[in-house]
């Protein structure tokens, strides 16, 4: 672009992470090239929002983001601009979300260009709107919780006049499309510092909006032999703080995992709060909130029943082998087990179950946990036993000796079989 005569630079994110030393996650160019010269310069593109002036460029496996300077109307659907207007890169920077997010790189010139003072809260570590921060948040009030997120993300400030605006419009995040919610609240949760990004959800007024169920956990207080942490909203906050990398399924569980406790707190006969069944509560609860935010029917069971089992691990090394092995074949498993590990580091620390656990895996590292069942029901019908809720019955009792380690072949199962069916032939 440069070469045919136009102005071209990177911006926003890929600017703002190269000062703070990391790698960008993608590259975004801006420049004065409108969609129908881009087409002309590049033989390989296609437009993805050709009215708002951007272009997809391919080269090979690349593909590159090319949008033209321009201003932007009003935001009646609170999303998207009513009209643009190509322009140049000072007007472009004025319709950017944060100061450090527009940032323009010349890498001809090998300049940066801001026009907001972008360098300047980057290097003070501040989270600021470009320009008015009432007017920026109406445009689009998901802005809100991205300014919460990069608050957190970079472990930086959150300007006082962006601070106040955000609790002003708090309000007005539910007139946002779940989906986006959702979407931003993962990145939270995934990203680095979530229980700072949950705490300031919290200060903002936006947590009892988006998330009143998470809200509800303040101030509901725990048994401090079992958790000298705190209450139940500190300790999901020490949860969130104990995850590294963690998956969207294993982030939510954890977030999700004492959703049931408020609405079921008692205080027992010796004076101490218990929560009855708040695992089952909790799921219910969870199921719900994610339907809400539209998320996929896998996405929803994987979180639902990591709610529901995450106090079945108290008991692991008291089990039956056969009830272990069932434990282990689970298909959440492996998020029920991270989840459990994170419970046990945000309150008493201890891990021996957890431990006990990973030993166990080990050892049935050559075979899956549940392994295929020695017989089926034709077995049983060939030996005259006929069909009905009997033959399961029959085939719950040997895979329960199976899993027990008390019949491990067919020849055995099947000498087992001969003996047990002879009342039923």
């Known amino acids: 672009m440069q070469a045919a005569g136009y102005q071209a630079c990177t911006v926003g994110g890929c600017v703002r992470d190269r000062f703070l030393g990391s790698m960008p996650e993608d590259v975004d160019v801006t420049t004065d090239a409108t969609p129908d010269v881009l087409q002309q310069i ?8 050709a009215a708002y002036g951007v272009i997809i460029v391919r080269d090979g496996n690349l593909h590159t983001e090319v949008a033209t300077f321009r201003e932007d ?25 944060f100061t450090i997010n527009a940032l323009f790189y010349d890498p001809q010139a090998e300049q940066v260009i801001d026009f907001v003072d972008g360098l300047r809260d980057l290097d003070a570590g501040v989270i600021r709107t470009v320009g008015d921060a009432d007017r920026r948040f109406g445009e689009d009030y998901l802005r809100m919780l991205r300014a919460v997120r990069f608050t957190a993300r970079f472990d930086f400030e ?8 955000i609790i002003k419009h708090a309000p007005k995040i539910t007139g ?26 919290d200060e ?12 509800a956990m ?33 982030a939510w569980s ?24 708040h695992n089952r509560v909790g799921a219910e609860m969870a199921e719900t909130l994610l339907q809400r935010l539209r998320c996929s029917r896998q996405f929803i069971d994987c979180v639902r029943e990591t709610v529901y089992n995450h106090m079945t691990f108290a008991e692991v090394q008291k089990m039956r082998p056969s009830t272990l092995r069932r434990l282990l074949g689970r298909p959440d498993f492996d998020c029920e087990l991270e989840l459990h590990r994170l419970d046990c580091l945000s309150c008493h ?34 030996r005259g036993v006929e069909p009905g809720p009997v033959i399961g019955e029959i085939l719950r009792e040997l895979e329960e000796l199976q899993l027990n380690g008390e019949i491990i072949t067919r020849e055995a199962a099947l000498e087992w079989l001969d003996r047990r069916v002879t009342p039923h032939v």
């Open 254 to 277: 954890a977030l999700l995992h004492d959703v049931g406790k408020p609405p079921t707190l008692k205080i027992g006969t010796h004076g101490r709060e218990t929560f009855p069944s």
């Open 176 to 201: 946002i499309s779940p989906e986006r919610i959702f979407n931003e609240l993962t990145k939270m949760l995934c990203g680095p510092q979530p229980q700072l990004a949950f705490r300031l959800l």
């Open 158 to 165: 959150l300007d006082p006049a962006t601070r106040a605006a």
């Open 204 to 215: 903002t007024g936006l947590l009892e909006q988006v998330l009143p169920e998470i809200s």
């Open 73 to 97: 109307g009003g935001y009646q659907d609170g999303r998207h601009p009513d009209s643009v207007t190509f322009s140049d890169a000072e007007h472009d920077a004025q319709r950017r979300d």
């Open 349 to 382: 620390r201890l891990v021996d179950n957890y431990v006990f656990l990973l030993d166990r895996l080990a050892a049935l590292r050559d075979e899956p946990p549940v392994p295929e069942p020695l017989v089926q029901g034709r077995d049983l019908i060939g």
């Open 42 to 49: 590049f033989p390989n593109t296609y437009a993805v929002g």
């Open 218 to 250: 303040k101030g509901v207080a725990q048994p401090p032999q079992f958790h000298p942490e705190g209450d139940v909203f500190v300790h999901t906050l020490l949860l969130l703080e104990m995850m590294v990398h963690p998956t969207p399924e294993i």
